[in-house]
């Protein structure tokens, strides 16, 4: 099975879908010619063309508004925003109308598309680069939350939102963009949007992260089984909205201690809703509080201090230990 990164997977997902959807299109500033910032989309203009890969202006709230559009017109575009602090530029765009329309237009008009956009820190860039606002969009009414952490939940994931007949938010944890390589098969594949994976099963405590967190996550989790003797079972989100209560209430219902870790400012965060999820569904059953490890709420900083803003494997230890050591 060959084995591709990240970026390489989305492009596959693209390809395939382009080639299997001609209502399916992509769209965003310097996607074409250049094949995007980070190369996602290399290679598409030259085997579908400059009707279906599209370069746009610098203009975000005209990219958005522009795929509204098209989705009214039962089009498919794959919107990118090259980098998710400039989603800002369209926020009128995505609350009144992306995430409205189908509502506004009682059913008659689904947006069938897709908003990619790269987040989070991990690679020193500069202000409004480094971003991790999926809370915005988790609290915007009719949006769907995607957030892949490899390179074949991914593909599969784009391929799933590209059917969607709802609007997908598609962030892309860029620290994760040519971090490592997976097994990512030739033959389309795709994962239920609001599913969560269960990546480790264990029986004394349960980490839910997402994104590029979780890399994070299995290295602080080899640790504390190897070196520690503690059994903790790992859960990927991957879908923010609509989020699997279900998978992860039966986790914290089975090991009664819980520890949730997101690169987002701490409040207000995907952290707290879990934590409030888990109070009404599985509260009898924690053994500890639930802790949150998270970003802090400052703008995201610059170069090198940014390693002192995101959770790191060493922190996610403590926190393990601190709630494991926990006696009521």
Same mark, same amino acid.
């Given at each position: 099975?060959?084995?591709?990164?990240?970026?390489?997977?989305?492009?596959? !997902?693209?390809?395939?879908?382009?080639?299997?959807?001609?209502?399916?299109?992509?769209?965003?500033?310097? #996607?074409?010619?250049?094949?995007?910032?980070?190369?996602?989309?290399?290679?598409?203009?030259?085997?579908?063309?400059?009707?279906?890969?599209?370069?746009?202006?610098?203009?975000?709230?005209?990219?958005?508004?522009?795929a509204v559009g098209? !989705?009214?017109?039962?089009?498919? &575009?794959?919107?990118?925003?090259?980098?998710?602090?400039?989603?800002?530029?369209?926020?009128?765009?995505?609350?009144?109308?992306?995430?409205?329309?189908?509502?506004? +237009?009682?059913?008659?008009?689904?947006? +069938?598309?897709?908003?990619?956009?790269?987040?989070?820190?991990?690679?020193? $860039?500069?202000?409004?680069?480094?971003?991790?606002?999926? +809370?915005?969009?988790?609290?915007? %009414?009719?949006?769907?939350?995607?957030? &892949?952490?490899? &390179?074949?939940? $991914?593909?599969?994931?784009?391929?799933?939102? #590209?059917?969607? %007949?709802?609007?997908?938010?598609?962030?892309? %944890?860029?620290?994760?963009?040519?971090?490592?390589?997976?097994?990512? %098969?030739?033959?389309?594949?795709?994962?239920? =949007?609001?599913?969560?994976?269960?990546?480790?099963?264990?029986?004394?405590?349960t980490i839910i992260?997402?994104?590029?967190?979780?890399?994070?996550?299995?290295?602080?989790?080899?640790?504390?089984?190897?070196?520690?003797?503690?059994?903790?079972?790992?859960?990927?989100?991957? +879908?923010?909205?609509?989020?699997?209560?279900?998978?992860?209430?039966?986790?914290?219902?089975?090991?009664?201690?819980?520890?949730?870790?997101?690169?987002?400012?701490?409040?207000?965060?995907?952290?707290?809703?879990? =934590?409030?999820?888990?109070?009404?569904?599985?509260?009898?059953?924690?053994?500890?509080?639930?802790?949150?490890?998270?970003?802090?709420?400052?703008?995201?900083?610059?170069?090198?201090?940014?390693?002192?803003?995101?959770?790191? !494997?060493?922190?996610?230890?403590? $926190?393990?230990?601190?709630?494991?050591?926990?006696?009521?």
């Open positions: 099975m060959p084995q591709r990164t990240m970026v390489e997977a989305l492009n596959l !997902a693209l390809d395939q879908s382009m080639a299997n959807d001609e209502n399916v299109c992509v769209m965003g500033e310097d #996607i074409a010619i250049n094949g995007g910032v980070f190369r996602v989309t290399k290679g598409l203009l030259e085997k579908y063309g400059s009707n279906r890969v599209m370069d746009t202006p610098l203009a975000e709230c005209g990219i958005i508004g522009t098209m !989705a009214i017109y039962g089009l498919k &575009p794959v919107a990118e925003i090259q980098f998710s602090g400039f989603t800002m530029q369209a926020f009128d765009q995505i609350e009144q109308n992306m995430a409205r329309y189908r509502s506004r +237009s009682r059913d008659r008009y689904p947006i +069938s598309m897709v908003m990619r956009t790269p987040y989070g820190g991990g690679i020193r $860039a500069v202000e409004h680069h480094s971003e991790s606002r999926e +809370s915005y969009w988790a609290h915007t %009414p009719g949006l769907k939350v995607v957030i &892949p952490s490899g &390179p074949r939940n $991914a593909r599969a994931l784009l391929k799933a939102s #590209i059917d969607d %007949p709802d609007p997908v938010v598609f962030y892309e %944890p860029k620290a994760v963009y040519r971090a490592f390589r997976e097994d990512v %098969p030739d033959e389309p594949e795709t994962m239920e =949007i609001g599913k969560a994976q269960v990546v480790r099963e264990g029986a004394d405590l992260a997402y994104g590029a967190m979780m890399r994070p996550v299995l290295e602080a989790t080899d640790d504390l089984v190897e070196l520690h003797g503690m059994d903790i079972e790992v859960i990927d989100l991957l +879908s923010i909205k609509p989020m699997d209560t279900q998978t992860l209430v039966e986790s914290v219902t089975k090991t009664g201690r819980c520890v949730i870790v997101h690169e987002g400012p701490r409040t207000c965060g995907i952290a707290a809703e879990i =934590i409030a999820r888990l109070n009404e569904d599985a509260f009898e059953h924690l053994i500890a509080p639930i802790k949150r490890l998270t970003g802090y709420d400052i703008h995201f900083p610059f170069f090198q201090v940014e390693q002192h803003y995101l959770p790191d !494997a060493d922190s996610i230890i403590e $926190a393990v230990k601190e709630t494991m050591a926990f006696d009521a």
